[in-house]
């Protein structure tokens, strides 16, 4: 894996650079960042609701004033395009988040800092620009928890992503067929004052699933005590159904982002972009609604904005963007991904992103009256 | 045909046990255990009905009392998979439907065994667990038929899993293609001591069909003749239609198995999983109804039981499992089924079988709402 | 081209004829006999039309008396299979229409003759048995077209069927691919003794379709012409829209063949079987209607008669048969059809043809209630 | 790249031109003019879409006074199908859009010339027959647009086709790929005389596509100023939507053209066949409709003229053509598609274009009755 200081000139649009990370990063490392739950079903199912949608361009419309801001939980933003938090960035690239956050910081983007990230949240937050969340995953104790999130705080993170799909997950089949396994040496830079969790002993006749993995998963007491302890707007990842989305809602979640975790935690999880307008509907026209999964290009963040999201996250394009071409790769990915955006607001007439609707896609399956 | 005392570390899911049984059963046998009626049009259908179905995590739920247990027919389970009735067990393995027994006994699983076994119903019982069910196949002769009964009701079996839809079958073309036949010294040990069925001259202009092998073939005569001589309950398998589901519920048959053998009998029946929830909505919500056709993994399980079926049974898994690793393989084939259901189930918030249903499913050919 | 005394061992179905004539007749002869029109959209849609269909069982019937007997305009028939009427069948056996002839007497199967038989009509009725019906061409000359019906009243032929869909085709590009050009000896026994057409050379600015193919194409006018010109009953044959159908049932033809000629007139029509429906509503339930177009199994037979037609014809399979095993080969494939068609009507509980009905099927894609 | 001065023997329909244009052009040069936007998916959506629809042959009409006239702006045409405006013909053959002139003209054929045509518009007029009509980009300033526009009144162009949805595009990534670059050497002929843009610096953090790219797209006040400064007719091209071509129609343009630039500007756009049933619907029976995309056939065209335009365009067919036998290919593409139209107006007893219509077509994916 050596790191290159350019873009390679076979880069012709954003999706070129999982091509690129294949040839680049070690086979059971290239399966692991690549691949998804079990048979990749859901991952793939990501990727082909995009096609299943197209676009309706309007003529005539002036859109020389054009541009792709928006007001964002309290962020101004100069696009709606997010990276997405991906852990142990250093498995794609020795600088790992540093460089994403630079490539952030270079492109305006709002960068999401994993919980598992190889360094610090707080190192990571030096070389980000100003708009950084921080994605938590609860911890065994939560006295772990609340210090996270005091450092997050600190650190100057505006919003805590609250990833709650991952309790449990399928491996990959890919990854395992592979033979990738962890590195030993890959820890979570930030937990590493905290103790492991406690002992867990499973009782004779306990499920492993039951009683081990989800032994202290988050439920909504938690959710509810944390709220009560951090000034910072909580975000909740991984939302697939209306009446969960209600529910956050209710409970003042300040946002959601719709995701299926990039189809790696249970495979045969619908698409991403199946159940978001299901999900805009539920939330209302006015409230925060993010969107991940399966985005590899502009058209398709511009048919989930479409379709509901204020904004959308990518995660394998930075990943593979990252193991290509450094802080550089990802932000030229971002570059592409935000013209490739504009493009296709420019050909809808839309200049602004507040113009987007479901009124600009067309699915050919529906029938035409003939 | 080497048994193998180990579980070979390729077996990465349930399904691998497949592609390691190819390698290591003879040709034809493989395609005849593998292979469906005719081109396996139904064999595909009931793996592909599985993919048409997602399913839809919820968030934030507290199952870490979870448990797969169940009441069915009196037993008391620990989880809702059951071993198919599968005949001629020793084509896959020397062990055959003992070390299937095995199998069921170490696992806590409710076996049914074929009247069609290798080994006697009676050795077999010696091997399995409590949960045991005999599959009974009318005998030409009543009198025959009836010691079947009569020995499964001694040998501790809990029921009679009548098969109904075997009346008549296409042949596999894969297996005949392949140069299948079955082996001379195959003979189904439960029906030694009975009397072959009587010479049955076809008349001339007969139908080899109508007058040959569905001369004799099961009627509702022939059920209730059976209901009276048994205290048994009777199990009805091979049901598609909800009017038959509806007659044999009101012919006083304790519970159904939505099947369609496998898709072994008429190529071109439907998937099991396509007709499953009108069965269901037919018999009503109390009644037990099974469910058996292309199980490969614990989120097909869960599918199954999402749309009605209170437990499944696992006919090809089984036996591919059977011969790659003996009563180990089957073991571990249950072992990884139950664990994967169980993360359905907690990915779905579902501490418990009661709680699964149509809503934790999505299709998404559905239109959503853009 | 050998023709073969004996059934070969690979035939396991009636479709592997298909192979054996590939390897059996020269390339350009079998691309002729095999491919339709353009790029064989329609003669695929056929064969997939019938996949898109799955047959539901009924259970526990007696079908020990069954039979597939039908009265089909005054025929007494044995079974509702037909021989369509194949042009130029020495293009793939020397005995042509001589030996199909055969194979119907052996296995009581009504026989369509061609008016473009390589044999002479009176020659193919000699073999033949009782029940046989004369396709019928309109000759550029009325008293050509006469004579031909005169004829076939003389020589015992019960129907005339007008095939009505061929003025005009589209050429087979795999034969055309395949440098097939029809062999000059080739001569339609039939229309030795009639003028060949005037000829009609076509002005400046004429079109060679409307002024030139289709100058003297049959109309409506010519269907009253010949019904008061012949004692035979009329089958019009070609039939794909019900408001053709309601209008040939009005002008008095005694049947139909929904058809689309194989998919060698024009490519792009739809399959026979997503039309038959349609049709069978719009002529009623006891109108004679048969059904041709891509029939390669008695499944498939079973699926067209479930969904109204009384009868049906194979084409391609008969000259399959044919080239591969001679009256041998076509009266195996129809017995092994029959039988197919015999283990369908035994699967669901139908011992006549006259409970056969749209019940027994089921379409997959259709919704289930989830 | 040798132009060839007759037809190959290969050519068995109008789509072998492109295989044989594939073995005769430079790789990337084909793959520039094969090719779509990003990764051909309009491209590829534009011929399925003909595939989903099948044609409903009617029987025994008579069509032996048919013909393919029809009356479209103001011109008498023999025939529905046009040249599509092609830039930069030389790039397939020396001789460009000269050759394609003269094909127009032996062929009654109505030309569209484009504003990037390798030759003057004056000269290519001289080659063409009196049916021919000017493609007009807008210009970077009004008075060379207003010079091209009267340029082309002078020679004798008898509409503006006014191409509306190629502000802006997206590359091909088969082009670049390829590593396709325009060649230096070529220039549109028709704009040499006139200045090009006027440097246009983009300030910082302006958008290269909305204030780069769309400064100066054409906008509903270009085309009121273009109305109102020629006497020609104008033709809008690359309508997808209803809204925007009842706005067009509200405007005064005499004519539509449903178009998605043959899938090249904007990928992931629908099929123009996809939209044009809607486009029909909203500007009512009688307003000149044309339509573009995907054709390769006769009975392409018939099902666009079914679903509702009075012409189509012909684009990839032309330029291969061209590159495989220069005029001559041009003429003898649209002899074959003409031909072929009038087999399918044939069999569907449709005498005149008149005839044509929605009830002729079928969709297969639609129930039928069963």
């Not at 306990?206 to 007491?221: C, D, E, K, L």
């Not at 990518?314 to 593979?320: C, E």
């Given at each position: 894996?050596?790191?290159?200081?350019?873009?390679?000139?076979?880069?012709?649009c954003?999706?070129?650079?999982?091509m690129?990370a294949?040839?680049?990063?070690?086979?059971?490392?290239?399966?692991?960042?690549?691949?998804?739950?079990?048979?990749?079903?859901?991952?793939?199912?990501?990727?082909?609701?995009?096609?299943?949608?197209?676009?309706?361009?309007?003529?005539?419309?002036d859109?020389?004033?054009?541009?792709?801001?928006?007001?964002?939980?309290?962020?101004?933003?100069?696009?709606?395009?997010?990276?997405?938090?991906?852990?142990?960035?250093?498995?794609?690239?020795?600088?790992?988040?540093?460089?994403?956050?630079?490539?952030?910081?270079?492109?305006?983007?709002?960068?999401?800092?994993?919980?598992?990230?190889?360094?610090?949240?707080?190192?990571?937050?030096?070389?980000?620009?100003?708009?950084?969340w921080?994605?938590?995953?609860?911890?065994?104790?939560?006295?772990?928890?609340?210090?996270?999130?005091?450092?997050?705080?600190?650190?100057?993170?505006?919003?805590?992503?609250?990833t709650?799909?991952?309790?449990?997950?399928?491996?990959?089949?890919?990854?395992?067929?592979?033979?990738?396994?962890?590195?030993d040496?890959?820890?979570?830079?930030?937990?590493?004052?905290?103790?492991?969790?406690?002992?867990?002993?499973?009782?004779?006749?306990?499920?492993?699933?039951?009683?081990?993995?989800?032994?202290?998963?988050?439920?909504?007491?938690?959710?509810?005590?944390?709220?009560?302890?951090?000034?910072?707007?909580?975000?909740?990842?991984?939302?697939?159904?209306?009446?969960?989305?209600?529910?956050?809602?209710?409970?003042?979640?300040?946002?959601?982002?719709?995701?299926?975790?990039?189809?790696?935690?249970?495979?045969?999880?619908?698409?991403?972009?199946?159940?978001?307008?299901?999900?805009?509907?539920?939330?209302?026209?006015?409230?925060?609604?993010?969107?991940?999964?399966?985005?590899?290009?502009g058209?398709?963040?511009?048919?989930?904005?479409?379709?509901?999201?204020?904004?959308?996250m990518?995660?394998?394009?930075?990943?593979?963007?990252?193991?290509?071409?450094?802080?550089?790769?990802?932000?030229?990915?971002?570059?592409?991904?935000?013209?490739?955006?504009?493009?296709?607001?420019?050909?809808?007439?839309?200049?602004?992103?507040?113009?987007?609707?479901?009124?600009?896609?067309?699915?050919?399956?529906?029938?035409?009256?003939?």
């Amino acid at each position: 894996m050596t790191p290159q200081p350019r873009i390679p000139p076979e880069v012709r649009c954003a999706a070129d650079y999982e091509m690129l990370a294949h040839a680049r990063l070690a086979g059971p490392v290239f399966e692991y960042l690549a691949g998804g739950a079990g048979e990749d079903l859901t991952a793939a199912a990501n990727r082909a609701a995009f096609r299943g949608l197209t676009i309706l361009p309007r003529l005539l419309r002036d859109v020389s004033r054009g541009h792709t801001r928006l007001r964002l939980m309290g962020h101004e933003l100069e696009h709606p395009l997010l990276l997405a938090p991906v852990a142990f960035q250093t498995l794609a690239h020795p600088a790992g988040e540093l460089d994403t956050a630079r490539a952030a910081a270079a492109t305006d983007t709002c960068l999401v800092c994993s919980t598992l990230s190889s360094f610090a949240l707080e190192e990571v937050a030096r070389h980000a620009g100003p708009h950084r969340w921080f994605q938590l995953y609860f911890q065994p104790r939560r006295d772990a928890t609340l210090d996270l999130v005091h450092r997050a705080e600190a650190a100057g993170y505006g919003a805590l992503v609250l990833t709650l799909d991952a309790s449990i997950q399928m491996p990959s089949l890919r990854a395992l067929r592979a033979g990738f396994r962890m590195p030993d040496d890959l820890r979570p830079a930030n937990l590493a004052g905290y103790p492991g969790p406690a002992p867990h002993a499973l009782p004779a006749g306990a499920s492993r699933v039951f009683q081990g993995a989800m032994h202290g998963a988050p439920t909504w007491a938690d959710l509810e005590w944390l709220a009560s302890h951090t000034r910072l707007p909580l975000v909740a990842k991984g939302v697939l159904r209306s009446d969960d989305a209600c529910d956050l809602q209710g409970r003042g979640v300040a946002a959601l982002v719709v995701s299926n975790h990039g189809g790696r935690t249970i495979d045969g999880v619908p698409a991403s972009l199946a159940v978001l307008p299901a999900i805009r509907a539920a939330v209302g026209p006015g409230f925060p609604l993010l969107f991940d999964g399966g985005i590899r290009s502009g058209s398709d963040a511009f048919k989930a904005l479409a379709l509901g999201a204020d904004a959308v996250m990518v995660g394998r394009l930075q990943i593979h963007a990252l193991a290509v071409a450094g802080a550089l790769g990802v932000a030229h990915m971002l570059r592409m991904l935000r013209e490739e955006l504009e493009v296709c607001m420019a050909a809808t007439g839309c200049p602004t992103l507040a113009e987007l609707g479901p009124g600009l896609l067309h699915r050919p399956q529906e029938p035409h009256p003939c």
